[in-house]
Each structure stands twice: as C-alpha cells, then as structure tokens.
Nanobody
Framework: QVQLQESGPGLVKPSQTLSLTCTVS??????????WSWIRQPPGKGLEWMGA???????YYSPSLKSRTSISRDTSKNQFTLQLSSVTPEDTAVYYC??????????WGQGTQVTVSS
C-alpha cells in the first residue's frame, strides 16, 4: 500500500517561498512510469495541478505557475519537494501530493493547509 504524507509550514508570509515535502512509503519514487505530483485546492475552488517529477527525474510544470515553481526529489529519502516562490494570499490552499500514472492520480496524501498571510 502506497502512502504519501505532506509536511511543511502551515503559514507563509507574502513574498516568501513556500516549501512542502512529500514523503512516500510503500513504493519507490523511481519506479517506472509513475509521476509524483503536487495539486492544490484554494478555498471554494477546484483542484489545480501544479507540476510533477517523473520516475526518471524529469520535471513538468503548469504553465501558469512555471515561473514560480520548482519540484525536486531526494531518492535516498524517497521524498519529493515543492517550492513556490513569491507567494501571495491567492496561493492559500490545501496542498496535496499524489502519485499519477496515465494522467490519473491513484494515491493521494491527506493534504496540508497552507495560508499566506502577514
């Protein structure tokens, strides 16, 4: 059973960089054909795919967030990390990490609330 767990600060000040880590257990992030994604849901809005890091280490980003987003991984810890720079209150959301194959998420973390406020 694959499990994902997000961790990171729940409160970030405007203009700072949001950093979240997803720790994966029950499966390796280097296993072929899986993409490890970050997805968020602002209050009252739908899910927004932010980006992903592939089993190969390649990265993919939403065009609307690409200039502010970086996803990396630590294979020794089986973790992948999201960094979102220059945050504003509009980046307040529940942030999820998920495993994706064939464009379909099959395992999700429980989500973590991040609030951007001074």
């Amino acid at each position: 059973q694959v499990q994902l767990q997000e961790s990171g600060p729940g409160l970030v000040k405007p203009s700072q960089t949001l950093s979240l880590t997803c720790t994966v257990s029950g499966g390796s992030i280097t296993t072929n054909y899986y993409y490890w994604s970050w997805i968020r849901q602002p209050p009252g809005k739908g899910l927004e795919w932010m980006g992903a890091i592939a089993y190969s280490g390649g990265t993919y980003y939403s065009p609307s967030l690409k200039s502010r987003t970086s996803i990396s991984r630590d294979t020794s810890k089986n973790q992948f990390t999201l960094q979102l720079s220059s945050v504003t209150p509009e980046d307040t959301a529940v942030y999820y990490c998920a495993r994706v194959r064939s464009y379909t998420p099959d395992y999700w973390g429980q989500g973590t609330q991040v609030t951007v406020s001074s």
